[in-house]
């Protein structure tokens, strides 16, 4: 199906690939949500990934205290994501955030789950019910007629431009919002360099790529609390060392696998869980290699992840290409 125009990315839109391209895209995209919203109310669901942030960004901007910015945490997400996105945002841009933690009605839902499919249904299907409920207590008085969205121009190829957004569907009747997507012409590294120059800090800007069901598809089979936490936990320390490396690698991270081993622990058997560290390079994730880690480094992160987290007995690395393995586990 063919991109409608208002959907095209113009012929002769500037790649935007330094700091002064990006300033003038600020300055334009400023005026135009303006423009736009004038003295209306806007909702921006905030995941702290680069889309989301820089979209924020740029509302508060042109908009200020009219935007409102809804942070969900499912529980499923990596050490500090949320108090980082509530100091940027909250404490340094002064944004108006709304945080969720919805830790427990999720885990709570996912317990005892261990399809992955399944699990991956559960917590899109939450997350969008806990964003309707929040968008409805808000939109009840019908002061916001906006909602705005990080959509970026692949998503837009990838969907053939019909991205009909699932919240806008879950809400009642009579409530409509108009959308708001100031970054739907922008590929990913445009996207990270109008975040740079809009002073959004580098761990945003250049986050590594993050699945929407989180660290849920990283504690594979029906998840529970402790193994969750070891896994955050290993995944921090991971992430830590791994950054020493330049270049880092595309995307690295833990998963912790439903498996216990034999392990020693002060002279007796203890049972504990293997921390599996994943590393891969790729351009487009569709095939993937793994990159060669000094072994050094890779006996220090066993050493931390073994010492540090509670559980953790074993640490693997995981030398599998794409194909015949996915990035994820699960
Ligand atoms: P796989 O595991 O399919 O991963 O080789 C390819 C890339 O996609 C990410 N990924 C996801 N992203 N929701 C997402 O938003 C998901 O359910 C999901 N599963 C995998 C993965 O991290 C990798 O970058």
New binding site residues.
């Given amino acids: 199906m063919a991109i409608s125009k208002e959907n095209t990315r113009p012929i002769d839109m500037q790649r935007i690939n330094n700091a002064s391209i990006a300033q003038k895209f600020i300055d334009e995209q400023v005026s135009l949500l303006k423009r736009q919203i004038g003295s209306g109310k806007v909702i921006l669901a905030l995941s702290g990934g680069v889309d989301s942030s820089v979209t924020a960004a740029l509302l508060l901007k042109a908009v200020g205290s009219n935007l409102t910015c809804i942070h969900v945490n499912h529980g499923l997400l990596r050490k500090n994501e949320p108090e980082q996105v509530i100091k940027v945002f909250k404490e340094e841009l002064g944004a108006d955030l709304i945080y969720v933690d919805a830790t427990d009605r999720f885990l709570d839902k996912l317990k005892n789950v261990s399809e992955p499919e399944t699990k ?1 249904k559960i917590i899109g299907k939450e997350f969008i019910d806990i964003f309707d409920e929040e968008a409805r207590k808000l939109a009840s008085d019908g002061s916001y007629k906006f909602l705005a969205q990080g959509t970026i121009y692949p998503d837009i190829l990838e969907s053939d431009g019909v991205k009909a957004h699932h919240n806008v569907g879950g809400l009642p009747e009579g409530v409509k919002f108009e959308l708001v997507e100031p970054v739907k012409f922008l590929y990913k590294d445009e996207v990270r360099v109008v975040g740079k120059a809009l002073g959004l800090p580098d761990n945003m800007v250049y986050r590594q ?5 989180g660290l849920g ?1 990283r504690c594979t089979g029906a998840i529970t609390r402790d193994r969750l936490n070891a896994l955050r936990e290993a995944d921090a320390i991971l992430r830590e060392e791994i950054a020493k490396l330049n270049p880092t690698p595309w ?1 690295y991270f833990i998963t912790v696998p439903d498996i216990k081993s034999t392990g020693i622990k002060d002279g007796k058997r203890i049972m504990g869980w293997a921390a599996v560290i994943r590393c891969v390079d790729t351009v487009d ?1 569709v095939t ?1 290699t793994v990159p060669e880690i000094p072994f050094n480094l890779l006996k220090h992160i066993t050493e931390r992840i073994t010492k540090e987290v509670e559980g953790i007995n074993r640490v693997l690395y995981d030398l599998s290409p ?1 194909p015949i393995a ?3 586990w699960e």
């Fill in positions: 991956r790529p993050f699945p929407g069901p598809v995307q994730a993937a794409k996915t990035i994820e």
